[in-house]
């Protein structure tokens, strides 16, 4: 069995892998500062309740972009599941050559996303994530991670939103009947999610032009992510969507590694 937790700025997911397979996954709140004694307990006590109280565990993979939690997790990790986890980041072998000016800087869950979506679709690829951030990366039919673009994820927009303008309510992120909206919640609905929708097949279209120059074939476009299949269902530019592909990476980059 391998755990694999994905630390993100809003969201903590863990899934338990059984060999190749996911078996469960969860997601925590990445927002509340927690012990590892805490978090230990009560990935424990979710492990249980899914059947998995007694499976030995192999290994612990994590990729966070919060650095005062990395350490957090990898204690629990040692102290919980006596295991010494792998903690992602550009400098481990990921089967993958990255062409980012500095590599170090690259998010490990974005290194993971290329890992895991290059190895299930080859290249070219754009591969997008609606977190936090909506993120986009684009990896070559080489295998070679070219960089990719940071935008402002969907529920940072529309929190920011409510937050700058005094008259703006909090809204619910639902599409509002007609793209038109008759009363302010259904205009800012509109906006935040028909906006998001054409904000990301613009870009897909700006990296496409660009990939053409180097690439002879059209890139598969996967998404990944909160609002990945909201946002899949409201267009055709999207061809994949793979709720699980931070946690696949992460097995994979761990199996490779230990491999090695």
């Known amino acids: 069995m391998f ?14 892998y059984e060999k190749e397979q996911l078996r469960v996954d969860w997601r925590l709140t990445s927002t509340i500062q927690r012990t590892a004694d805490e978090i230990g307990n009560q990935l424990r006590g979710l492990m249980a309740g899914a059947g998995f109280d007694s499976a030995p565990i192999d290994g612990v993979g994590i990729a966070s972009v919060v650095p005062s939690q990395t350490d957090i997790y990898a204690g629990m990790a040692r102290k919980y599941f006596n295991v010494s ?9 990921l089967g993958l050559t990255i062409r980012y000016e500095n590599p170090k800087s690259v998010g490990a869950d974005r290194l993971c996303n290329a890992v895991a979506g290059y190895r299930k679709y080859g290249g ?90 180097r690439e002879t074939k059209k890139p598969v476009v996967l998404a990944t992510g909160g609002f990945s299949t909201f946002v899949s269902e409201q267009s055709d530019v999207i061809g994949h969507v793979e709720p699980s592909l931070v946690l696949d990476g992460i097995r994979l980059i761990f199996e490779r590694n230990r491999r090695g």
């Open 3 to 16: 755990i694999a937790i994905d630390i993100g700025n809003t969201h903590t997911v863990v899934g338990v």
């Open 85 to 93: 986890p792998l903690v992602i980041d550009a400098e481990l072998d």
């Open 124 to 213: 070219p690829l754009i591969i997008i994530d609606f977190g936090t951030a909506t993120t986009y990366d684009v990896i070559a039919a080489n295998g070679d991670y070219l960089g990719g673009v940071i935008a402002p994820g969907i529920e940072t927009s529309a929190a920011d939103l409510h937050r700058r303008a005094a008259k703006l309510p909090k809204v619910e992120l639902r599409l509002p009947p007609t793209v038109i909206g008759t009363d302010t919640a259904s205009s800012m609905q509109s906006g935040i999610l028909w906006g998001a929708v054409d904000a990301m097949e613009g870009m897909v279209r700006r990296v496409e032009s660009e990939l053409a120059r």
